[in-house]
């Protein structure tokens, strides 16, 4: 591994040469959500070490912190086996839970430090888009639209085609029956994430499809962190913050004596 430098926050906003890498490596962590991630890619693909995936998932609500820093651990034991190196650290940049989000920075940011290594920020709706489309085939007049829940009747959402390109901002909506009226007059959608489950009974319309099961997933970051890699698009360690979208709201404290 990389040893450590006192100057590493100033590595990432220097050139750096990505001529020679041929095979790109890279530690994925995501937390955007209840579920919790960590995934090493070798050429946007998880690893394969001695014949298991070098991937961690836990899609149920977990103490991210804690779960995160064993699949750290265990992943980074892993890559020793292999005999291979990191080229990078990537960590799903929001929209989601600002807890899961503040984790997943704290502990992508100390893990880059430490290596000195550059750190890449993924899209996290870009990142359950590339999810699908691994998954299945998906129609060029097809819109995918992930969705994370955001409280109540409100997600965020964007969309993007087939080939991944953004067709939209990522926003924060509040769903009803008009939601999403004009993309479906020209496309088909196809909905999906946690939030999705919101708008599947009150949206109708014949071009609206629901995708179950999707959770934000560090196994599916590879190809996007890859190709912001070869693009030198990195986040300064020091001072990046994840994309919360909107701003943090405390939860009002029903124990007696603290309202």
Known sequence: ??????YSHLFIQQNIDI?????????????????CSAAIT?????????????????????EHAKQLAVYIDELLNEL?????????????????????????????????????????????????????????????DTLLCPMI???????YNAFYNAD????????????????????????????FGNGSGKCKPVITDKKATFLDGIVPDAAYMGRLAED???QQKFVDIAYWTPFYLKEFEAKKSVVKGLN
Request: charged content about 20%; proline content about 2%.
């Open 1 to 6: 591994m990389r040893a450590l430098s006192k």
């Open 19 to 35: 001529s020679h890498h041929s095979i790109m490596i890279i530690f994925n962590i995501e937390t955007s959500t209840d579920a």
């Open 42 to 62: 070798e050429n946007g693909q998880v690893m394969v070490v001695n014949g298991q995936k070098a991937s961690r998932l836990q899609s149920e609500k977990s």
């Open 80 to 140: 020793k086996i292999s005999g291979k190196q990191l080229d990078a650290v990537a960590v799903s940049e929001g929209p989601g839970s600002y807890t899961g989000l503040r984790i997943g920075a704290s502990l992508a940011k100390g893990l880059a430090y430490g290596m000195n290594l550059p750190l890449i920020a993924v899209p996290t709706l870009q990142a359950m888009a590339a999810q699908v489309v691994a998954q299945q085939v998906v129609a060029d």
């Open 149 to 155: 829940d955001a409280r109540r009747m409100e997600v």
């Open 164 to 191: 991944l390109k953004a067709e939209s901002d990522v926003i924060a909506t509040v769903v009803d029956e008009r939601s999403f009226a004009d993309e479906l007059t020209q496309h088909n959608v196809l909905f």
């Open 228 to 230: 912001a890699f070869a």
